[in-house]
């Protein structure tokens, strides 16, 4: 060997379609594995062909993963089956992939490349979330039967008085997940940095349900007026109480978990008060507050959220430039499903 490499690079891939903080978990536990983390992500001709359409387009899959904070690049257009000519183009020393099979269109393991040749490491799969579970929540959501296959899909709204503080992390109203949250989780997930003096710190609140490419680009707009942000995650009960129906989608553990694996995000406060007020303010030094240009509710009392940070001349609306919001990607999926 000619002298010591100087970094190890690792390869990830895959759809990362409607990416969620289980995707997010198995790029942490590959990039630990080495110093660089490459990713590469399938087109929507590639994941057609092997599985259906997705959800998402390849531009919004792409930006996803950009904007998970372990990722330090992400390769465009990457072939289903990984082979060792995509690692050897990259420089990647290994390919890694959480501990599932996947198979292409003709039942090839996607992995037999790499795994014969002894460039495959694996990651474990963070239980109790999916792709298939998410969408099982949102078909919850409408009022009619779906079949998919053996499962049947209905509606089981139970209103729980205890969303949000359930250590069972169910979503509050399907009790769909099986994710158990821990502290250990939370810690991995976290920088765990604090603000240097003089910095300027970005307050934003929100649901952050099904974080997706709308709340990203909100993020990243708000980070750029400061130097920490952090955002605010009301609990599951204040979420429901604006958004109705079987809102929210994921619960308040989970979204913790989506928002901080966003490379702007600073902090997270678990259970924000829904209106921000001075006290708040001053624990976590806020310089502006920041909203996106999505409508602001009154809460039940009449107060506006926003109403003191207002008065101190510390708010501020940014235009995300993106229209997504939770809604539309559950009338994506609903939409989706019904043509199979
Ligand atoms: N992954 C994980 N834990 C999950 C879901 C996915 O570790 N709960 C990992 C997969 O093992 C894979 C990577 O995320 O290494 C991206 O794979 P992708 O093809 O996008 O994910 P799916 O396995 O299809 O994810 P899902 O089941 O949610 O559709
Ligand atoms: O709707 P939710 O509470 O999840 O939004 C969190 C923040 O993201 C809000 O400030 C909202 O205005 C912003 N947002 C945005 N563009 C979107 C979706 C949300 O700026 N497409």
């Known amino acids: ?109 996607t992995y037999h490349l790499v795994k014969a040749a002894g460039r495959y490491k694996e990651v474990q799969r963070t239980a109790g979330v999916s792709t298939t579970d998410l969408v099982g929540r949102m078909l919850l959501l409408t009022r009619q039967h779906f079949r998919q296959g053996k499962f049947e899909y209905d509606v089981a709204k139970e209103h729980s008085s205890t ?92 979204r913790v978990l989506s928002v901080l694996a966003c490379k702007y995000v600073s902090e997270v406060v678990i259970g924000a008060p829904y209106v921000v007020t001075k006290d708040l303010m001053d624990h976590f030094k806020v310089d502006i507050v920041i909203h996106g240009s999505t409508e602001i509710a009154i809460d039940e009392s009449g107060n506006h959220p926003y109403e003191v940070p207002m008065q101190l001349g510390k708010f501020l609306v940014v235009d995300s430039g993106n229209d997504m919001t939770t809604e539309k990607i559950v009338e994506r999926i609903i939409r989706n499903r019904l043509e199979f």
């Open 1 to 109: 060997e000619n002298g010591h490499k100087q970094e190890i690079r690792v390869w990830c891939d895959g759809c990362y379609d409607m990416v969620h903080f289980g995707h997010a978990n198995s790029l942490r536990q590959a990039k630990a594995l080495g110093d660089k983390l490459i990713v590469g992500v399938h087109t929507d001709e590639e994941i057609t062909k092997h599985k259906g359409p997705p959800v998402f387009t390849q531009e919004e899959r792409y930006k996803m993963v950009r904007g998970i904070k372990w990722v330090d690049e992400v390769v465009e257009g990457a072939p289903y089956v990984t082979t060792l000519e995509t690692l050897d183009k990259y420089d990647c020393d290994f390919c890694c992939h959480g501990d599932d099979i996947t198979m292409t269109a003709d039942g090839i393991d």
């Open 163 to 254: 969303m949000g503080q359930d250590s069972s992390a169910r979503s509050p109203w399907t009790g769909c997940s099986q994710f158990l949250p821990t502290t250990q989780k939370i810690i991995q997930f976290s920088d765990g940095k604090s603000p240097k003096p003089g910095d300027k710190i970005v307050y934003v609140a929100g649901a952050f349900d099904l974080f997706h490419v709308g709340h990203l680009d909100f993020l990243e707009k708000a980070r750029q007026h400061g130097d920490y942000l952090i955002v605010g995650l009301h609990t599951d009960p204040v979420v429901n109480k604006y958004r109705g129906s079987n809102y929210p989608i994921m619960n308040l553990h989970e």
